[in-house]
């Protein structure tokens, strides 16, 4: 493991400076092999930078790895509703989720989780060695940027960033520091999408001649709070300047936070790149492109949400063309999953064990041959990058892979605010012949953030 050894739990009893962390009080009696647990000063200390509702599940999910320790959780929000379905979260909700969790697996009181308000606090802590950035799509970018130069390994939720500009810093500042990267997106790590796309790869379906990725629709109010547009005083306990971050200046309302963030367009996509990460990813996936782009953009439309606080696309559709003469379509109004359609047949995945189907239907009983195309196989996305952690492989979702897949989901929502055609160059990252297009790529950032993005650009 990298330099894990150096952490001794056993001996650290109490909190002592300001970056240390406290004991994990329940664990410090189980050595490697006694119980099934792993020895405390081999395990990987990982914090969460968010705690919202994607990071309750993703807690979860990671708490159960008896190579990881779970010790801190980070959010400018101390705890309030307005989360998915309205229910609570915030840090206090993250810290009482691990404390209760490793009481529950371990029968003995454990309160050692420590809270933190400001990221940059977990970053330098030089006891954690690793994060998952799990807050909204605006301010992946610094705080990966940060960690990468603090050499922690990163588990960064999907999309990959809010621009394409800031995905290819990420990728940049992984790839210079030397540190594992994994992208949330989880449907690589799910056997049903693996074996629709190594069949594709492997050309059961014939030349490939278009693949069409069904995402959802509309603004849904996951938090219960579409109704609260009108500006009102700041709840205690959330430091919502530092939540607006590097975004435009705006006056709070509920509407506007939380995770209903995901339908302003200074904070996130809609639907469009909230989806990004998932379907259009398999689908470059199958294609043989997912360390590309397409070279064309075009007949993009989309209707606009109609709300006091919410702009993102409610409807949508465009057209990516690539080099090798495939059309991706990216659409609401299609079938829910991703199908490839070649010369010879076509196969349609979605998430469920039983969600898939293929004409003709013996192509689900192919088998693909030890000489063939076989792609990465991961059974658990969380615990394909603690593996990757301790080997120093590369993840199934790296930074390369997740920045071109959400790229796609930028290109068409610039394609549809301009109503143009764009042709686009996968290698510069620049829109060709079109100098509105390319203004639109990046994102202007208020201070001090945008000074801290800079430095931290590699």
């Known amino acids: 493991m990298k330099d894990i050894n150096r952490r001794n739990f056993i001996q650290r009893t109490s909190v002592t400076v300001a970056t240390a962390i406290a004991v994990p009080t329940i664990i410090s009696a189980c050595a490697r092999g006694k119980n099934g647990h792993v020895s405390p000063s081999d395990r990987i200390n990982l914090a969460f930078i968010g705690s919202g509702n994607q990071a309750m599940n993703d807690i979860r999910d990671f708490i159960t790895d008896k190579r990881v320790q779970i010790v801190g959780v980070c959010d400018v929000n101390k705890q309030s509703t307005g989360y998915w379905d309205g229910k609570p979260g915030g840090r206090e909700v993250g810290i009482n989720l691990v404390n209760d969790t490793y009481s529950q697996l371990y029968g003995k009181k454990y309160n050692s989780c420590r809270g933190f308000e400001d990221f940059r606090e977990v970053i330098a802590n030089k006891e954690i060695d690793a994060v998952e950035v799990v807050v909204p799509d605006h301010w992946h970018s610094i705080p990966v940027l940060m960690a990468a130069r603090a050499k922690k390994d990163i588990y960064c939720q999907k999309p990959l960033a809010l621009t394409i500009p800031e995905g290819r810093a990420m990728v940049n500042a992984v790839k210079k520091y030397g540190v594992i990267f994994q992208t ?89 790149t909230d989806w990004g990460g998932h379907h259009p990813d398999i689908a470059q996936w199958g294609m043989d492109t997912e360390r590309t782009g397409p070279v064309r953009i075009q007949n993009s439309k989309a209707q606009w949400a109609v709300h006091p606080v919410w702009n993102t696309a409610t409807e949508y559709y465009f057209e990516c063309l690539y080099a090798n003469g495939v059309k991706l379509i990216i659409s609401n109004q299609l079938r829910g999953g991703v199908t490839f359609r070649g010369t010879k047949g076509w196969a349609w995945v979605n998430r469920g064990k039983t969600s898939y189907q293929f004409f003709p239907e013996n192509l689900k009983d192919s088998v693909i041959a030890d000489s063939e195309i076989h792609l990465y196989k991961s059974d658990s996305h969380f615990r394909n990058f603690i593996d990757c952690v301790i080997s120093r492989k590369e993840t199934i979702a790296p930074a390369e892979i997740g920045h071109r897949s959400i790229t796609m989901s930028h290109l068409g929502n610039i394609a549809m605010k301009l109503q143009q055609d764009l042709d686009w160059d996968p290698v510069a990252e620049k829109f060709i012949g079109n100098d509105l297009a390319n203004s639109m790529l990046s994102r202007k950032m208020r201070e001090p953030w945008a000074t801290i993005y800079r430095e931290n650009l590699v």
């Open 184 to 272: 949330g997106s989880q449907q690589r790590s799910d056997e049903n999408f693996r074996r629709v796309c190594e069949l594709v790869r492997n050309g059961r379906l014939g030349k490939l001649q278009t693949v069409e990725c069904g995402l959802p629709s509309g603004t849904p109010d996951y938090g219960r709070t579409g109704n609260q547009t009108e500006s009102i005083p700041v709840p205690a306990g959330f430091d919502y300047n530092t939540w607006l971050g590097p975004a435009p200046d705006a006056p709070y309302c509920p509407a506007r936070t939380h995770v209903n963030f995901r339908w302003v367009l200074d904070y996130s996509g809609g639907q469009v």
